[in-house]
C-alpha cells in the first residue's frame, strides 16, 4: 500500500473511553476521518453497518482474510473478528483525511508497525482497574460472561501502556479531550 497519509491510533481496554474520545475529535472538524472496521459479530442496538463497523458476520470475515483483505485482523474475543481493510485506508487518503483508529492493543501495536512515523499511537488509560470495570457495566451493552472476559483481558492490555507514543489518562473526560486534541494537532502540524 502507498504511504498517502497519517494515521492517529487509539488503543485500550475495553471501556477506557476511546470510542468516546474519538467520536469527539471527529467532531472537531480537524481533518480526521474514523477507519470504519470490519467484525464478525452482530450490531449493538444503536450502531449502523458502514459507520460504526462493517458487520461481515463470520463466514464473509473469514472470507476476506483469505482474499488477503485486511492490512491487520485479530480475533479480539473467542469467535469475535475485527479487521482493518486496506481499502478502507485507501478511501480515506484519496479524501485527503487523516485516518483515526480505534483497535484494541495488539492492532494498535501492529498498525503503528505498519505505518511508523506516520502513525500517532495513543494509549487511553482509565484512572483505575475498579474505574473500567464501572464503566463497563454503566456501559449496559455486555452480558456478565462478556465483562467478565473483557476485564481478564484488559489486565494484560494495561500492560503495554508505555509501547504507545502518547498515554491518555482519561479520569475528567473533557479535560482528556482537550488534551488529545492538542497531542492530534501537534502530530499533523510536525
Ligand atoms: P471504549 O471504546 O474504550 O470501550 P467507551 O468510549 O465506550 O469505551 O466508554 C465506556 C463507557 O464509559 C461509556 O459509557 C462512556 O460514556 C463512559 N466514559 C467514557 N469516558 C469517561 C470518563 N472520563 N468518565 C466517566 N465515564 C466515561
Ligand atoms: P467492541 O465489540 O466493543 O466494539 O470492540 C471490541 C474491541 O475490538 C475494541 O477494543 C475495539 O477497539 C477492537 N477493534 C475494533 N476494530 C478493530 C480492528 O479493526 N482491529 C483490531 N485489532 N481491533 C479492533
New binding site residues.
Given amino acids: 500500500m502507498d504511504q498517502k497519509g497519517k494515521c492517529i491510533i487509539?488503543s485500550?481496554?475495553?471501556?477506557?473511553?476511546?470510542?468516546?474520545?474519538?467520536?469527539a475529535l471527529l467532531d472537531e472538524n480537524i481533518g480526521l476521518e474514523f477507519s470504519v472496521s470490519a467484525c464478525s459479530r452482530n450490531p449493538r442496538p444503536n450502531e449502523i453497518d458502514g459507520k460504526d463497523y462493517y458487520f461481515l458476520g463470520l463466514d464473509l470475515f473469514k472470507k476476506k482474510i483469505e482474499e488477503a483483505a485486511f492490512i491487520e485482523w485479530e480475533e479480539v474475543y473467542t469467535n469475535n473478528f475485527y479487521g482493518t481493510l486496506e481499502s478502507e485506508i485507501e478511501r480515506i487518503w484519496s479524501n485527503g483525511k487523516t485516518v483515526i483508529f480505534?483497535v484494541d492493543v495488539i492492532g494498535g501495536l501492529n498498525l503503528k508497525g505498519i505505518f511508523g512515523e506516520a502513525a500517532l499511537a495513543i494509549f487511553?488509560q482509565?484512572?483505575s482497574y475498579e474505574?473500567l470495570e464501572?464503566?463497563?457495566r454503566?456501559?449496559?451493552?455486555e452480558t456478565e460472561e462478556k465483562i467478565l472476559q473483557?476485564m481478564g483481558k484488559a489486565k494484560n492490555e494495561l500492560s503495554f501502556a508505555e509501547d504507545f507514543d502518547i498515554i491518555l489518562v482519561?479520569?475528567?473526560?473533557?479535560?482528556?479531550i482537550a488534551s488529545a486534541k492538542e497531542s492530534v494537532l501537534n502530530f499533523l502540524k510536525a
Wanted: without cysteine; charged residues 30%.
Fill in positions: 487509539f485500550a481496554p475495553s471501556g477506557a473511553g476511546k470510542t468516546t474520545i474519538v467520536h480505534d487511553v482509565p484512572p474505574e464501572k464503566r463497563l454503566y456501559r449496559s451493552t473483557r482519561n479520569d475528567e473526560l473533557e479535560t482528556a
